[in-house]
């Protein structure tokens, strides 16, 4: 344990009386500049203490502080479903879904309403109304930052891109066309297709292109644990694009969640369709939408119900299928446009051998010649490392056995 420094000592004055007077006069000077010297030491040390005395209180109070929220009991987050004439409240827990009869003080008896969330103690009984946010996994789904994506970036779907951009784009920029002609605009744009044709990347140009707030999810992330919470997150995303519009929301492998109903009686499937009809409201209730466009995308839209694709809700369902030949030579020289590729390389010849590819295979076409270059330690990509890729690619099985594409 350090000590503290000690105290200097007072300087002592000691007079010859033999001395003269400009000695004595020396002397007296020079006890002057030690007083001086100790009284500035003296001096540090306390604003050293002070300093010193500041933290330690605000640590004494920061403990008392830790040590009351210790000793105060937790909270729970609850819903208000009813006020009775007889000044009770029917709330729900959250998590559990138990629905209790409380009474609630006569301070916050006028402040609640129905559909208040509030804090509730372990006898239920309610200590605050909280406010009313956003889930912050709704929040956190909003696209703050637009993707690196353009529709000249997109190739072999051009009628697909006019179709979305009419769909989507033009209802919230030019408004005005629907109303001369005297018709509304889709309600939603459904893209379907094989995997990798470029349907998520439609979107992302949305979100680049649009001025539109742009807020996505997957399917799967609308699937929650508990009961309820899906069918709440689902309104909380359609809130926060209200709170946005014009906002597009986007719904990536909606068959998660939009999956043809059954008579499954499982707690899962119960909770999956419970979220499916908060979905199909929100999409087409009583309520109007606003400026809110959805689009939403999958490559399974036999497994999708048949709800979900009625007009008023996907007005439009545009198919997205692999690039025709004109498709993949566009394409490859999109994906190859940053990479060195020898002048005798003809993209409309290659283009006609990847029948069946999509836009993703042609980019993995594409990289993978590239590597085959840098193996060779060569900077030009020839067309003999494209076959070799084409090869690599198009055999059911990698060097390693895994499975990987089969055409």
Known sequence: ?????????????????????????????????????????????????????????????????????????????????????????????????QEVLTEVSPELEDKLESGDRVAINESFGIQQVLDDETDARAQAMEVSESPDVIYDDIGGID???????????????????????????????????PPGTGKTMLAKAVANESDATFIKMTGSELVQKFIGEGARLVRDLFSLAAEREPAVVFIDEIDAVASKRTDSKTSGDAEVQRTMMQLLSEMDGFDERGEIQLMAATNRFDMLDEALLRPGRFDRLIEVPKPNAEGRERILDIHSEEINVATDVDFADLAADLDGYSGADIESLVTEAGMFAIRDDRTTVTREDIDDAHEKLDSNETDDGVVRYRH
């Open 159 to 193: 009628d697909q891109i006019t179709e979305v951009r009419e769909a989507v784009e033009d209802p919230i920029e030019n408004p005005e066309q629907f109303d001369t002609v005297g018709i509304e605009p889709p309600s939603g744009v459904l893209l379907h297709g």
């Open 1 to 97: 344990m350090s000590r503290s420094p000690s105290i200097p000592d007072r300087p002592r004055l000691d007079l010859d009386p033999e001395m003269s007077p400009a000695e004595r006069l020396s002397e007296l000077r020079k006890h002057f500049k030690r007083l001086l010297s100790v009284n500035e030491e003296l001096e540090t040390r306390l604003d050293e203490a002070t300093d010193q005395r500041s933290e330690l209180h605000e640590k004494v109070n920061h403990l008392k502080e830790r040590n009351e929220a210790l000793k105060t009991a937790a909270l729970y987050i609850a819903t208000v479903e009813e006020l009775t004439d007889d000044g009770n409240v029917v709330i729900k827990q959250h998590g559990n879904n």
